[in-house]
């Protein structure tokens, strides 16, 4: 089945410990991209990779880090956690940058840092 | 800076009639593509449909249709026959179309219309 997988579902942390959210995509798409979803804010993009080694700043970059050393997975960092980064995170992958195609999500991850 | 509107937070249908969800949007590109998405109590976000700024025709996927007004820059989407189910919450989004850089196929989201279905 094809299917974009985060992990973990849900996570409650603190302040200041480092934590990842790991997301793989078995349908070998080139584009992958990490969404944040607040209330009355809709979803916005944190970061996103056109190919492997190639990563770029969505609109709300900081304090997150990614890498694409497979194409398959792309994590998101959180070095330093902090509450205000609480939220609902989703990954997205689509076949090419550009295309008509839709991005495909995963389920979410919700992480509430206290 | 491309912005997507949706105008109403809330609606309510009765179940078996049509509702009609509004999405405006602002862009100074051509080359743009418009998607709506479902995210229903669980979480996850579903897509649903799919019109292309050079697409001369309204999109259709079954019961979802897209009225796509280019000159107004619209891009509504009609529900018809109202199930339970379609109680969820509704995104419009919007894809950039402009050359290698800014943001890749990052789509731009509105801030949701909540659907509720009712018997």
């Known amino acids: 089945e094809a299917q974009v997988t985060q992990n973990p579902r849900y996570l409650i942390t603190v302040t200041g410990k480092k934590l990842t959210v790991t997301c793989s995509q078995n349908?070998?798409?080139?584009?992958m991209s990490w969404y944040r979803q607040d209330p009355g804010l809709g979803l916005r993009q944190i970061y996103y990779s056109m190919n492997v080694e190639v990563t770029d700043k969505g609109d709300v970059p900081e304090g997150y880090k990614v890498s694409r050393k497979e194409k398959r997975n792309f994590p998101l960092i959180l070095e330093s956690p902090s509450p205000n980064q609480t939220s609902l995170y989703f990954c997205a992958s689509s076949l090419i940058a550009y295309s008509n195609q839709p991005q495909h999500f995963g389920d979410g991850t919700r992480l509430s840092i206290l | 800076a491309q912005k997507i509107t949706q105008t109403q937070p809330g609606m309510f249908v009765q179940e078996k009639e049509a509702v009609t969800l509004d999405c405006t949007y602002d862009?100074?590109?051509?080359?743009?593509?418009l998607f709506w998405y479902k995210q229903p109590s669980s979480g996850e976000m579903i897509f649903l449909i799919y019109?292309?700024?050079?697409?001369?025709q309204n999109a259709t996927e079954g019961r979802y249709s897209l009225n796509f007004q280019k000159a107004r820059k619209s891009a509504n989407l009609v529900i018809s026959a109202s199930q339970l189910g379609d109680s969820a919450m509704y995104f419009c989004a919007m894809r950039e179309g402009r050359g290698l850089t800014g943001g890749g196929n990052k789509l731009t989201f509105g801030t949701g219309t909540q659907l509720k279905v009712e018997l």
């Open positions: 019109q292309g700024s050079y697409d001369e």
């Open positions: 862009t100074s590109d051509q080359s743009y593509g």
């Open positions: 349908m070998n798409h080139e584009y």
